[in-house]
């Protein structure tokens, strides 16, 4: 390990080039309306929104299949009604996990390597066009690769540390321990890194006969306690430890609604090796150019084995808990009905391929040391340092190539988020200004609506969620299912969905205003009812209904 600090010089350019490469990714993205393409993104945002802006305000509208932090992280910015509309609000939570990643990236790599190929794993890394307009949106991809990276960091340096220095071990020790339940609560990626990554630390201290540890068993309540808290909010909330993972929105339960009877679900389903192949393919699609992909995976497994020959193995080691990424996700996609499509393999199409993009921090770092290897074995004693120099120019170079290219390709998860928007575009073309002509002849008129499936189609007809019941108002919706036209001035359905079924069961006071049609998607219905403004189900429900039309 290298010994030297990082100079506050050094800190400041990297932040600087970073923030300069996250703020052009962020204008890009807004000029480009690209902000909200992922379903998931408005999604994320719809749930933080409606901690406070509901009938009921509580966090259990935090939902129960996404883990909460997203969320929580988002509601001080969502509260800004503009910035939950246009999509600003998911900004800056990513963009600031993003700097803070790109942080962690170069000081991990500059625990070995110098200043020349630790900013190139760094380059490689923070130019990525994948990762950079994921920093433009609300998804977790990049709070977790912040995590992932900095978990990695403090437990290098609590390692080097743990014989010269135990009290600042135990002071990192805390600081790792807090990072495994931010992870706990932002991915269930997270859960797999805390199990191995604590299990791991606790093998260390038994070696060095200090399992006994009072700071190590004090932070192992702290850790075990985050996905315990999971399983009490999903059984006091919604009445089933479990729900998040049997519940109607699980993974497993949209697999079964979506699957076709006598087929396999997806590529890789119940079968690992498969699995493994189409996750680690989706990982060289995000990170370099097609035709690169093969080779970076080679020359990072390269730079990786190189790392672990020539440096102390004791600390290098932890690093291989950024490789944790593949393993979780080939039993993900083989046992946990999590399906990964890839435009280059059957059924040549885009869904979850963003999840490759956990694998850019260890393709990153193994790029860095491969690169070490170039300039600093392969190149004569004699010839140096010019020629050390010429290398490292030329691998820069190749860097700003693999981003060039990959931006002239498009960059894969932008493509993936644009089909997934262009799917649900008529519905938000046209829904939006049907419901807002009819709310101008009923101001502060009740919706009677499933919220979670588009939840643009609310945000772009201007009005606040409290205006809307749905999904997640549980007993005053399931009331209004009983008697839509007594409860909603208007009911929107698709067909198939609870409401479609509640307004096939009672008609009664309903009529037909329009019905809307898209390539692929269930068919909506509008409907009117014969009261004007929908009738409060309670009083605390009433009360918001009475205060709308002072809402923004």
């Given at each position: ?26 204008v890009w993205s ?222 497993k339960a949209i ?154 390709e498009r960059p ?141």
């Amino acid at each position: 390990m290298t010994d030297r600090p990082i100079e506050r010089a050094e800190w400041a350019a990297v932040l600087a080039l970073c923030a300069a490469a996250s703020g052009t990714a962020i204008v890009w993205s807004w000029r480009h309306g690209a902000l909200l393409n992922y379903g998931d993104a408005v999604a994320h945002l719809h749930i933080a929104r409606r901690v406070f802006d509901s009938h009921q305000p509580r966090f259990s509208q935090l939902g129960s299949v996404w883990l909460p932090l997203p969320h929580i992280l988002l509601i001080p910015f969502v509260q800004i009604y503009s910035w939950w509309v246009n999509g600003l609000a998911g900004v800056v939570p990513s963009a600031l996990a993003y700097l803070a990643a790109c942080a962690g990236i170069y000081r991990v790599a500059r625990h070995w390597l110098p200043r020349t190929t630790g900013a190139l794993a760094l380059a490689f890394f923070a130019t990525n066009p994948n990762l950079l307009y994921l920093q433009t949106t609300a998804m977790t991809e990049p709070l977790f690769v912040c995590e992932m990276l900095w978990i990695a960091v403090l437990l290098v340096e609590w390692r080097a540390g743990l014989d010269e220095d135990p009290m600042r071990s135990n002071r990192l020790l805390w600081l790792i321990a807090l990072l495994l339940v931010a992870a706990v609560f932002t991915r269930y990626d997270g859960w797999f890194m805390a199990l191995i990554a604590w299990a791991a630390i606790g093998f260390t201290l038994a070696r060095h006969h200090q399992l006994l540890s009072r700071a190590f068993w004090l932070a192992s309540v702290l850790v075990i306690a985050a996905p315990v808290a999971w399983f009490i909010y999903n059984a006091a909330a919604f009445g089933d430890w479990l729900y998040f993972l049997r519940g109607p929105y699980s993974a497993k339960a949209i697999e079964m609604r979506t699957s076709v009877p006598g087929f396999p679900p997806h590529p890789g389903w119940h079968n690992p090796w498969v699995a493994l192949v189409f996750y680690i393919k989706a990982g060289e699609l995000d990170a370099a150019a097609a035709s690169w992909g093969n080779a970076l995976l080679v020359l990072s497994l390269l730079g990786a084995a190189w790392a672990l020959v020539t440096q102390r193995r004791h600390t290098i080691a932890w690093v291989l808990l950024l490789a944790l990424p593949i393993p979780f996700y080939a039993y993900s996609v083989a046992y946990g009905s999590v399906p990964i499509f890839l435009p280059v393999w059957w059924p040549y199409s885009w869904y979850n391929l963003r999840y490759g993009i956990e694998l850019l921090p260890a393709l990153a770092l193994g790029l860095g040391f491969v690169a070490e290897f170039a300039i600093s074995v392969c190149v004569p004693r004699e010839l140096k340092p010019r020629w050390s120099n010429v290398t490292a120019v030329v691998l820069f170079v190749l860097v700003a190539l693999n981003a060039y290219q990959m931006l002239r390709e498009r960059p894969l998860v932008y493509v993936e988020g644009t089909k997934n928007i262009d799917a649900h575009r008529p519905y938000e073309l046209e829904i939006p200004p049907a419901i807002r002509a009819l709310l101008a002849e009923r101001p502060g008129g009740v919706i009677l609506m499933i919220t979670s499936v588009d939840p643009q189609i609310m945000t772009l007809t201007g009005i606040p969620l409290r205006q809307t019941i749905n999904e997640s108002d549980l007993q005053i919706y399931r009331d209004a299912l009983e008697a839509p036209a007594a409860n909603a001035a208007l009911v929107l359905t698709f067909d198939g969905d609870e409401i479609d079924h509640a307004v096939h069961a009672h008609p009664e006071g309903l009529s037909v205003y329009r019905r809307f049609s898209a390539p692929g998607q269930p068919s909506a219905t509008l409907y009117v009812s014969g009261t004007p403004h929908g009738t409060s189900l309670n009083n605390r429900a009433g009360a918001v209904i009475a205060s709308l039309k002072e809402s923004p």
